[in-house]
Nanobody, 125 residues
Framework: QVQLVESGGGLVQAGGSLRVSCVASGLAFNRAAMGWFRQAPGKEREFVAAISGGFSSGIPYANSVKGRFTISRDNAKKTLYLQMNSPAPDATTLYYC?????????????????WGQGTQVTVSS
């Protein structure tokens, strides 16, 4: 059974920094493409960033976070990270970790097989 468990969410001031994490179990983590998505109430789930697995390459970001957010992974710890630098107040929402069986990335949320429960990030102005 695959489990993705996010942590590290909380309150951060605009211009500050925050790192959220996602620990995976039951998944061939080193080969899996992983991603971060976010979803505000009443809105569609939005792609944030993704990172390829295995020997694939590719680290796409949404234009809204490019240059400020960094996705990374530690395969030994089976952990995915999202470093958020200088988040804006509109980054306030639930952040979800997602994984897929394929190693190449995609911004399409429907292509991800596994999802965490989400971690709340609140950015104060």
């Amino acid at each position: 059974q695959v489990q993705l468990v996010e942590s590290g969410g909380g309150l951060v001031q605009a211009g500050g920094s925050l790192r959220v994490s996602c620990v995976a179990s039951g998944l061939a983590f080193n080969r899996a493409a992983m991603g971060w998505f976010r979803q505000a109430p009443g809105k569609e789930r939005e792609f944030v960033a993704a990172i390829s697995g295995g020997f694939s390459s590719g680290i796409p970001y949404a234009n809204s976070v490019k240059g400020r957010f960094t996705i990374s992974r530690d395969n030994a710890k089976k952990t995915l990270y999202l470093q958020m630098n200088s988040p804006a107040p509109d980054a306030t929402t639930l952040y979800y970790c997602a994984g897929r069986g394929a190693s190449w990335t995609t911004p399409d949320s429907s292509q991800y097989d596994y999802w965490g429960q989400g971690t709340q990030v609140t950015v104060s102005s």
